[in-house]
């Protein structure tokens, strides 16, 4: 359902500069907090990999357990209330740096500035918070952000609701292994030197990829002029530092 007009769940004109900005190269972001003389720009724009999501239905939500006294258990992931054309899709990631001097050392400042899952090849005219299966729009107030997920690992994911157990049961694996004293490495595949995880479940022939994710984000639906859904997004590096777009 296009909710993009209704100002409970529209993205407010800072949150759309920020969206359609982060993922052209060279363009500035803002400036560092500590040093507004140094800007932040978008520096690379990548496929990441192919996210295969046959049921329609997507989960973009952490993939590890949560804690419960002494159980573990893969917590239910949030579905988002829109679907998809069962398919696969590409994920996209950008990166911004923001160099800076620490302790005598040049450092990049480099930042995972946004990732998007591309459903439409077309342009995204405008922004609006994803609700989740379950969320109540007429208990959602504009400007609110609290609809979302959450997480404290600073992870997040793109998967398939159908196949979530499957997907995310590496984690909840490494998770009792730790707890039992056995580390063992994940089954899942790095992807840019672990700045991305890939699990692959070939019974259902879906996908789930990680990405970087603060405490609360956001998830965005990018949609066409015709109402149509484009993208998938969330904005990682939203509140890194200080912007000033151009409205």
Same mark, same amino acid.
């Not at 009792?176 to 700045?195: C, M, V």
């Given at each position: ?24 190269? +060279? ?104 609700? +989740? ?60 030197? +672990? ?16 990405? +970087? ?35």
């Amino acid at each position: 359902m296009d909710l993009a007009a209704d100002a409970r769940v529209a993205a407010e004109p800072e949150e759309n500069w920020y969206l359609d900005t982060a993922f052209t190269p +060279g363009a500035m972001l803002g400036t560092r907090h500590d040093d507004p003389s140094v800007p932040v720009r978008v520096v690379e724009v990548r496929e990441v990999t192919t996210i295969r999501i046959p049921s329609g239905r997507l989960v973009v939500d952490a993939p590890w357990p949560d804690e419960d006294g002494i159980d573990l258990r893969t917590r239910t992931g949030r579905e988002l209330a829109e679907r998809i054309p069962p398919g696969a899709y590409r994920m996209e990631a950008a990166w911004t740096e923001a160099p800076y001097d620490f302790m005598g050392e040049r450092f990049d400042g480099r930042e995972l500035a946004a990732v998007r899952l591309l459903v439409a090849e077309t342009p995204v005219a405008r922004w609006e918070m994803a609700l +989740g299966v379950g969320d109540d729009i007429e208990r959602v107030r504009p400007g609110d952000r609290r609809i979302g997920f959450r997480t404290e690992t600073g992870t997040g994911g793109f998967g398939d609701a159908v196949a979530w157990p499957a997907l995310t049961a590496p984690f909840l694996e490494f998770w009792q292994g730790a707890r039992a004293g056995n580390r063992q490495p994940r089954r899942t595949e790095d992807l840019f030197g +672990g700045a991305f995880e890939l699990v692959q479940d070939e019974e259902h022939g879906a996908d789930l990829v990680t990405f +970087g994710a603060e405490g609360d984000d956001v998830v965005w639906l990018g949609r066409t002029e015709a109402g149509e859904l484009a993208s998938v997004a969330v904005a990682s590096g939203y509140h890194l530092f200080s912007r000033e777009p151009p409205f």
